[in-house]
């Protein structure tokens, strides 16, 4: 049997080959229409389980074959792969274009909607169908013929210029590398940093210390290295990836220019005003003014700290460093060493008390003490050597999920770090309870010199964070795969229990179970903690208008941006950061050519979801901090409202019924110590 074609249990990624894909994806596109033209065949009333049920089973087994075709096309990216992934995009794509369009499909709904069985169905199956009443005329469904056809066209070609643009990004990170060769060079480098570059030289056949554009490699060296000339040079390269400035084929410029015509088209047939009016449809925030207005308002209250802390930064640089006139390549590294004087430690320091053994044990013990689950490591076939598999246990060791872990940077994965489902929860015809599966993907240095991964403290808090998607995946109770897990979550809540989980990272009582110097063995000392707790909000001003810059750009792109105005992006860019920036970039850089997540994730007129679920999940910790964090009554309850529920009612709903009242923004500020008695007065 083709393994892509196999739903029965884990995907079978020892045996998944690219020859697969496309027999697979026929196969179902075949099996799939040819059911959906007996469904409209049947003249008889459709009821949930003659007409919803199937259709669900069909398309979930359509998600069970493509899910694993689009991860190991994200994490182990080859030339073939990337070719027949591309290939049967388009394929996938139109199907469920076809899908959004059908009148007919369209009507069956409407006709379980207004038949005596819709009041018996449960809450969950309720919401189901009419989130199917609100997709099917977001997806086109009511649009005359004539305009059907363009409307397909538009979303065949904005998957295809979405998947091109992020291999841009994949293939110009990659193909950058600076070979060193005198040590002399790398003054200030940690130990661990150079290690892995020599290690990475080696690999390369090459002599020296070889330095990439991933993460792991490019941070460290413009945090820490000296050598102002070799950070420039970084930082102009990662920072024009994509762009003009490299192989014209992998120049993201034109894609975005064509991504956004696309979106405003699209928006247009469907009635709406602008492409961030559609997005907001299936969100919590109502119109693109109430989110710039809680935008603008946060960068208000925000820019007076940012102001302060790059006054600090500027006369520290001039006094400390000899450096009159800091530029973008030169922050990390002016941030690192007033850090370091301010509260006399360095985050290299920190870093070698967070050995990855130790980070897991401590993440697994959070989640085991709040939520009543027990893990434990177990055996699946996995796409990469380096890549893991454990089970949750619910209190009496009944199996309620599972999930990979793959944590680790390379040049077959694209950068950032996410969680993506594998397996939906839901009830079998069978009466069986379908295990969720997760994955969950980072991408931090690999264990060098024979010792183990050490993580710095924000990656420990990014693992959290992604782990708190995966919970929010595992840990429903809902047994309708639509609205299990994160299905159905409007896209500003998703975050909520993600950005949630990150608040432990801050806690003495969960550091203290969770730190293990690499070399001594000890836990995190007392004094080094206070230290970090001191610095938490360093510089938190200006990382908060950084965000609302981004957010800022995102919405204003899709809401009055007029991609045939002549105005360039970049222009808008400049707009946005005038508005809110305290520090501007230099012009060469090109930052949305690398946007993935508005231009290639998702998150298009959405990336304010980040700072808008930080409301909700700063506030929902606070309960915590009255009650201990980690309090297992309150644990339970967070579980059981926010985790458990998936997207069977509305996530404000959720969030009340946990906090006991609608959220407030006090705590989000008190979190980013952007709360003082000047700011309390204004």
């Avoid at 509260?343 to 290299?348: G, N």
């Avoid at 320091?349 to 003490?369: H, N, R």
């Avoid at 599972?402 to 077959?412: E, K, P, V, W």
Wanted: with cysteine; charged share 25%; hydrophobic share 45%.
């Amino acid at each position: 049997m083709n393994p892509l074609l196999d739903s029965s249990g884990l995907p079978r990624f020892a045996e998944i080959k690219s020859e697969h894909v496309t027999p697979a994806v026929e196969q179902l596109l075949s099996d799939n229409r040819a059911l959906i033209a007996r469904l409209l065949a049947d003249e008889s009333a459709p009821t949930w389980d003659s007409f919803m049920l199937p259709l669900e089973e069909a398309n979930e087994r359509m998600s069970r074959a493509w899910g694993p075709v689009g991860h190991l096309n994200a994490v182990m990216n080859s030339p073939e792969l990337r070719e027949v992934y591309n290939a049967n995009l388009p394929k996938i794509t139109q199907y469920y274009a076809e899908l959004g369009q059908n009148l007919a499909l369209f009507n069956k709904v409407k006709a379980l909607r207004a038949s005596a069985e819709f009041d018996t169905l449960s809450v969950a199956r309720k919401k189901i169908v009419e989130n199917e009443l609100r997709d099917f005329r977001l997806g086109g469904a009511e649009l005359p013929d004539e305009v059907k056809a363009r409307f397909l066209a538009i979303q065949e070609e904005h998957s295809a210029l979405s998947s091109r643009y992020s291999d841009n990004l994949l293939d110009a990170t990659n193909a950058f590398e600076r070979v060193v060769e005198d040590e002399a060079e790398l003054a200030g480098l940690p130990d661990d940093a150079k290690q892995a570059a020599r290690e990475a030289a080696e690999a390369a056949g090459k002599n020296g210390w070889l330095f990439s554009l991933k993460a792991p490699s490019y941070l460290p060296l413009m945090q820490y290295a000296d050598n102002r000339a070799l950070r420039e040079e970084m930082y102009r390269a990662y920072s024009t990836r994509a762009a003009e400035f490299g192989k014209q084929e992998l120049d993201n410029t034109p894609l975005m220019a064509q991504l956004l015509k696309l979106r405003a088209e699209e928006a247009a047939l469907l009635g709406f005003n602008n492409a961030a009016e559609l997005s907001l449809a299936t969100k919590m925030a109502n119109t693109p003014q109430q989110v710039l207005d809680f935008l603008r308002e946060l960068a208000r209250r925000a820019r007076p700290f940012a102001e302060q802390d790059l006054a600090e930064l500027r006369e520290f640089a001039r006094a400390e460093l000899g450096l009159d006139d800091p530029q973008s390549w030169d922050i990390a590294y002016i941030s690192e060493k007033l850090r370091e004087r301010r509260y006399a430690f360095s985050e290299q320091e920190v870093k070698q008390y967070f050995p990855e053994d130790a980070v897991l044990a401590g993440m697994f013990s959070v989640t085991e003490t709040l939520f009543g689950v027990k893990l434990r490591a177990s055996v699946a076939p996995v796409w990469h050597e380096d890549a893991r598999f454990f089970d949750i246990l619910d209190a009496k060791g009944k199996l309620i999920g599972q999930f990979y872990l793959d944590l680790y940077a390379r040049a077959s994965k694209r950068g950032g770090a996410w969680m993506d489902d594998a397996v939906t929860r839901r009830r079998l015809a069978s009466g069986a309870i379908q295990t969720p599966v997760a994955y969950l993907n980072c991408n931090f240095s690999a264990p060098v010199g024979g010792k183990p991964a050490v993580f710095t403290h924000d990656e420990v808090i990014t693992l959290f964070h992604e782990f708190g998607h995966g919970l929010h995946h595992l840990l429903t109770e809902i047994e309708d795969l639509p609205v299990s897990g994160i299905n159905g979550v409007e896209w500003d809540a998703v975050e909520l229990p993600s950005q949630f989980m990150e608040n432990f990272c801050w806690e003495w009582s969960v550091l203290q179970g969770m730190t293990r110097h690499v070399e001594s063995g000890a836990t995190l000392p007392r004094e080094l903690f206070d230290k970090m707790q001191a610095a938490k909000n360093f510089q938190s001003g200006l990382a908060t208008l950084r965000q609302i810059e981004f957010s800022l750009f995102d919405m204003r792109l899709h809401s009055d941006f007029d991609p045939n105005s002549g105005k360039s992006v970049l222009q808008l860019l400049d707009e946005v950061r005038l508005e809110v920036a305290v520090l501007i970039p230099p012009s060469f850089n090109r930052f949305p050519n690398s946007f993935s997540h508005i231009f290639a994730g998702g998150y298009s007129a959405g990336y304010y979801s980040y700072k808008w679920a930080e409301v909700l999940s700063a506030d929902a910790y606070s309960l915590f901090e009255e009650t201990g964090v980690l309090n297992a009554d309150t644990g339970a309850r967070f579980r059981r409202e926010v985790l458990a529920v998936g997207g069977h009612r509305p996530a404000m709903d959720s969030f009340v019924a946990f906090r006991g009242r609608e959220p407030k923004i006090d705590a989000l500020l008190r979190h980013n110590g952007l709360v003082d008695e000047a700011l309390e007065a204004l």
